[in-house]
Each structure stands twice: as structure tokens, then as C-alpha cells.
């Protein structure tokens, strides 16, 4: 157990729907990193979070959107789904210190399936 | 050019055998960080090891072991006396450096295969 949690586990929505992504990182760790992994595209990093801002975007959608809470929780929304938005979505968080030993520990993933 | 090459796409090994997966990487920054992930079929990613590129020493973590090759830019993974549940795909990542942030990339994975 990474110490991430992730929820909800599985999701199965329609075309054009949204669906929130919940996220709460390890205690004490301040970043978090939402990637998306699909059979076509592999790994992908979308965006990361450190207290609260945004610190980096990767390959994200405008449909999607993401925040980082007081709390440090993190939750991605991703909107007006197609087909190929089905894919495993994870949540990592690291401490967020500029340490070179800093290391990125994943959740269980939500498995998003759009119908 | 891919930041990270994952050249196996799937191995087979016995059990009890030793087996290296292969990882190089593409940076010109001085300071990276290099890990290896396992995803099981259940579908988590767990972390496994970590070598950063000033160690001069190869990371080791029980039956994981890196073998850090700097000038060959390569990080491969050696899993020593394979068990069954080594069986799941092995992600290699490298951490640089941008902006103040962290970016990592990772490689497309190599599925392991252990045979009783």
C-alpha cells in the first residue's frame, strides 16, 4: 500500500458526460501528479499540483481540469467524454522537495470506461 | 527522439533465474533521477528502485538491483532468483529537472513473464 488513495475505483459513463477524480496523496506529501494510462498512448503525465498550484501541464485536454485543495486533496474533472477518454487514470504524489531522492508514489488508479 | 527506450516489449524467465531488463535513456541534463515501476495485472503501480545520477554506486533494494551504466545511458533492472509474482510489466522512468518542477517520462514497459 503507497499510501495514496484513489476513488472511486471504476467508473462506466456515457459520451459527453463528467466524471470527478478523487485523489488524497501520502501524508506529508505536498505534490500531486495526475497521469492517464490508455493501451495507445502509454503513460501519460496531464498535470501536477504542489500546495495548492499548479506547477506543470503535460499532454491534458482543455476538457479536462484539475485542483489541488487546502487539504491536499486533488480531484480531476474531466468533461464532455469520448470514447477514447477509457483508460486507467493515476494519481502519484511525492513530497515535492527539490531533493534529488524525491520519488513519486502512485495510487490504485480509477479505471474510467466511456460507453 | 524518446526520452526513455524500452527495448523488450515482453520477456520470458524461469524461475529462480536472475533476468535484466534493458532501460536507456535521453537527457542532457547533469542531474536525473532514474526509477523502475511494477504494474501488476491488478493494475498498481508500485516502486521499486531509484538511482540518481550522481550515485556512484548502483541502487540495490532486496532482489532488485539497478545497473547504472552513466556514459552507455542505460539503467537496466536486474531481478535476481525470479518468483511468480515478478510476473507484470515493468515500467522504467527518468526524473529531470524544469523549471523548478519535476517531469518525468516513462518508457512504454517490458511484461515479464516468469515460468514455474
Known amino acids: 500500500d503507497s499510501g495514496v488513495t484513489q476513488t472511486p475505483k471504476h467508473l462506466i459513463t456515457a459520451t459527453g458526460q463528467r466524471v470527478t477524480l478523487r485523489c488524497s496523496p501520502r501524508s506529508g506529501d505536498l505534490s500531486v501528479y495526475w497521469y492517464q494510462q490508455s493501451l495507445d498512448q502509454g503513460l501519460q503525465f496531464l498535470i501536477q499540483?504542489?500546495?495548492?498550484?499548479?506547477?506543470a501541464k503535460g499532454n491534458i485536454l482543455e476538457r479536462f481540469s484539475a485542483q489541488q485543495f487546502p487539504d491536499l486533496h486533488s480531484e480531476l474533472n474531466l468533461s464532455s467524454l469520448e470514447l477514447g477518454d477509457s483508460a486507467l487514470y493515476f494519481c502519484a504524489s511525492s513530497a515535492g522537495l527539490a531533493a534529488s531522492t524525491d520519488t513519486q508514489y502512485f495510487g490504485p488508479g480509477t479505471r474510467l470506461t466511456v460507453l | 527522439a524518446q526520452k526513455i527506450t524500452q527495448t523488450q516489449p515482453g520477456m520470458f524467465v524461469q524461475e529462480k533465474e536472475a533476468v535484466t531488463l534493458d532501460c536507456t535513456y535521453d537527457t542532457s541534463d547533469q542531474s536525473y533521477g532514474l526509477f523502475w515501476y511494477k504494474q501488476p495485472s491488478s493494475g498498481e503501480m508500485i516502486f521499486l528502485i531509484y538511482?540518481?545520477?550522481?550515485?556512484?554506486q548502483n541502487a540495490t533494494e532486496g532482489r532488485y538491483s539497478l545497473n547504472f551504466q552513466k556514459a552507455r545511458k542505460s539503467a537496466n533492472l536486474v531481478i535476481s532468483a525470479s518468483q511468480l509474482g515478478d510476473s507484470a510489466m515493468y515500467f522504467c522512468?527518468?526524473?529531470?529537472?524544469?523549471?523548478?518542477?519535476?517531469?518525468?517520462?516513462f518508457g512504454t514497459g517490458t511484461k515479464l513473464q516468469v515460468i514455474p
Open positions: 538511482q540518481g545520477s550522481y550515485d556512484e
Open positions: 522512468a527518468m526524473r529531470e529537472w524544469a523549471g523548478g518542477y519535476q517531469k518525468v517520462t
Open positions: 499540483y504542489y500546495n495548492g498550484e499548479e506547477r
